[in-house]
């Protein structure tokens, strides 16, 4: 579900601040719903309008660029790789116009179809007002990006979303924000949909688009998610991967775990820990297991007596 706002914009990853600039203006005005009819238009403008804003801000370009859209979006730990709090992820504000007016100012080429109080021009998903019949605008898709912990527990999430509403006259519009809320359910897992039926913009002969969240995983610093299960990756020493260990493994519910390996350790071993895991989103009260792959690290040098030791014991 990612997007590539390099590629919205026609550009390489080496492109300067002048060359985005240049890329908006260009395909911006060549594809503003006033301008191009095509069914696409108006989602291809917002695609165009988030990438700008994302791409002209150095910090938002930054943390995309070394993260991807899913450390922007979902946030990445304030030091990365640690447990520490997480970032607040970008939620673009899904108002191209806005991008749209600010970035032309006074000199804005269709400054004659906004209104003199400064709203959106009278335009829908289904076009210009008044024409064409009534149907219903492409469904709306977006990320969202939740932590393992959310999907563990579940929790309750507002997201506030701005969109274009039908004023009294039933002709005029006008943007409006609305929180929509998401009841996450213990394990859900990537790719879940959540749909609010029409709640897109509002035009005269259109049916207002849905709007359809995707669940998306967060980066964590411990676990990764496979299906129900999840995986753990434990660095130990060459010396405890041949004569056993305890590992100690911190649970999304803040538990420590201590589990003995008393196997030889060979690079394909895994320890199994039934019952660890992610909860069945049928039966949240069971859950998967937590798999535990191994890190060995070899010693980097051995001294003359060492190898003789090493010789005896492994070559008798």
Known sequence: MGQDYYAALELGRGATDADIKQA???LALRNHPLKCKEPWAQERF??????YDVLSDPKKKGVYDKFGEEGLKGGIPLEFGTENSWTVGYVFHNNPYKVFKEFFGGDNPFADFFAEDGSEPNVAFGGLRGRGVRKQDPPIER???????DLF??????IKISRRVMNEDGQTTAIRDKILTIDVRPGWKQGTRITFEKEGDQGPNVIP??????VQEKLHPRFKRAGDNLIYVAAIPLGKALVGCTVEVKTLDGRLLNIPVNDV?????????PGEGMPLLREPARKGDLVIYFDIAFPKQLTPDKKKLLRNALLC
Do not use: H, M
């Open 143 to 149: 990320d969202l990006y939740l932590s393992l912990e």
């Open 153 to 158: 527990y579940g929790c309750t999430k507002k």
């Open 265 to 273: 350790v060979d690079p394909k071993y895994r320890k199994v820990v």
């Open 24 to 26: 908006y203006r260009k």
């Open 46 to 51: 917002r695609q165009l309008a988030e990438a």
């Open 209 to 214: 688009a849905d709007i359809t969240f995707v």
